[in-house]
């Protein structure tokens, strides 16, 4: 399975984008999946994950309430609707996907994502 994620884009604080990720392959209905992000000089942070029937969602802290996972088993797609988008949600969103979440061995290319004032 690949993953290749894309959606992202720059848009003004208070704005919307909706991330999309796209897996190959026939076994996607099997995978945890999630997004994470990682900002210039900052460590890579867990976004939100979704298991793989869509039954059970989490989220990190600071997108609780803006941010939401779903995904369409049938388009073998992920997706990351935000929301309220800030200046500190600039980063690189990389989708991931996993057999045991919270470990994910498949990862997308990543898709930059700039919030303006």
């Known amino acids: 399975v690949q993953l290749q994620a894309s959606g992202g884009g720059l848009v003004q604080a208070g704005g919307s984008l909706r991330l999309s990720c796209v897996a190959s392959?026939?076994?996607?209905?099997?995978?945890?999946m999630a997004w994470f992000r990682q900002a210039p000089e900052k460590e890579r942070e867990f976004v939100a994950s979704i298991n793989w029937n869509g039954g059970t969602t989490s989220y990190g802290d600071s997108v609780k309430g803006r941010f939401t996972i779903s995904r369409d088993n049938a388009r073998n797609t992920v997706y990351l609707q935000m929301n309220s988008l800030k200046l500190e949600d600039t980063a690189v969103y990389y989708c991931?996907?996993?057999?045991?979440?919270?470990?994910?061995?498949?990862w997308g290319q990543g898709t930059q994502v700039t919030v303006s004032s």
């Open positions: 991931a996907g996993g057999l045991s979440p919270p470990r994910y061995a498949l």
């Open positions: 392959g026939r076994t996607f209905n099997r995978y945890g």
